[in-house]
């Protein structure tokens, strides 16, 4: 591989300039505001309680990003960017308020790196409900696209009982229900978090077919009775340990014969391929005590240790749609 030129070099290292610009015109909800039509600096300073001054060097920095455009004294969203108001019905803003939650994280790598600071937080500490909120929402928008894929990857005609462990808002289980019309399933996650599947389930049709069960994997047992259960990015957020626990429960929560389907980075041996692994592994690094992404052989070293046998690769994938299947026996 050629090395990188120092311009290339430099200009990666300058890539947080307008990451920062892009999270906090997020934050700020600019591109809702502007999406509706043009305003000028001055108006937008009133709506939202901005400093003048500031917000016109941030409302030019956008417009030369090209997400904004300006004319005149106004401003106003550009099409191509309208993904990013809460406009849309695919908005793609969770994800960046999610970014934006992550960042004060990723100001600590030298600090984590250097052992001076230990991560301690879990992947899903928030530290108020509008994280949680939008944790969620962008969980929903990055796996609403792909979820068909993954369900047809399974295979799932033959499950009658879905046991979606951490399902979050019910993306997954929606799939599934919808690829078998007969099944019924269980969503198993928080307390809050559950709230939120409900009304994502209700909006869908299909809380006749889904029991709602709130609790914590890390601390309780899961619902009994099931023959597929799905674990959709959770094994990363954990250490080996954690994940053997859990996958001791899915294990008693199955019947014989049942399924365990786990969606997640699935690493090379190298451990630097898939190049999103990678990197998402140094995400974990920051935000868990103890998670980072799995190669196959030590997920499968797992299910073996758990009891589950006929462990296999369903799916290779780049982007966290990795997919491994094993059986209770």
């Known amino acids: 591989m050629n090395p990188h030129r120092p311009e290339e070099l430099l200009r990666l290292a300058n890539n947080f300039m307008e990451s920062r610009i892009l999270l906090s015109a997020a934050e700020l909800d600019l591109f809702t505001l502007l999406n509706s039509g043009p305003l000028s600096a001055q ?11 500031a917000l016109t060097v941030l409302l030019d920095a956008l417009s030369a990003m090209g997400l904004l455009s300006k004319r005149g004294e106004t401003y106003r969203c550009e099409d191509s960017a309208s993904v990013l ?27 984590v790196v250097q052992g001076t600071l230990v991560s301690k937080d879990g992947d899903r500490s928030f530290r108020s409900p509008e994280e949680l909120q939008a944790f969620i929402e962008a969980m929903h928008v990055i796996a609403a696209p792909r979820a ?3 369900v047809a990857a ?4 033959s499950a009658k009982a879905l046991l979606d462990v951490g399902g979050a808002s019910g993306t997954y289980t929606i799939a599934f229900l919808r690829a078998v019309p007969e099944m019924k399933a269980t969503l198993f996650d928080k307390p809050e978090v559950i709230e939120m599947a409900r009304e994502r389930l209700g909006k869908e049709g299909m809380l006749d077919r889904v029991a709602l069960v709130p609790g914590d994997f890390y601390q309780d047992e899961l619902p009994p009775g099931h023959d597929l259960a799905f674990l959709s990015a959770i ?10 626990d859990l996958l001791n429960k899915v294990f008693r929560s199955l019947n014989s014969g049942g399924r365990i389907l786990i969606r997640d980075h699935v690493m090379e041996p190298d451990r ?6 990678a990197i998402f592994a140094v995400n974990m690094l920051l935000g868990t005590p103890g998670g980072r992404t799995y190669t196959f052989d030590e997920i499968k070293t797992g299910l073996s240790r758990a009891g589950f046998s006929g462990i296999r690769l369903l799916k ?11 059986f209770k026996p």
Do not use: C, Y
Request: aromatic letters at 2%; zero cysteines; a negative charge.
């Open 316 to 326: 290779k994938g780049e982007h966290m749609d990795g997919l491994v299947e094993a």
């Open 272 to 277: 630097i391929h898939p190049r999103d692994g």
């Open 85 to 111: 108001s809460k406009d849309p019905p695919h908005s793609i803003l969770p994800m960046l308020l999610h970014a934006a939650h992550l960042w004060k994280r990723w100001t600590n790598l030298t600090d």
């Open 154 to 157: 399974a295979n799932p005609s």
């Open 235 to 244: 094994i990363h957020q954990n250490s080996s340990a954690q994940n053997l």
């Open 43 to 53: 108006e937008v300073a009133v709506r939202i309680g901005a400093n003048l001054r």
């Open 148 to 150: 068909q894929e993954i």
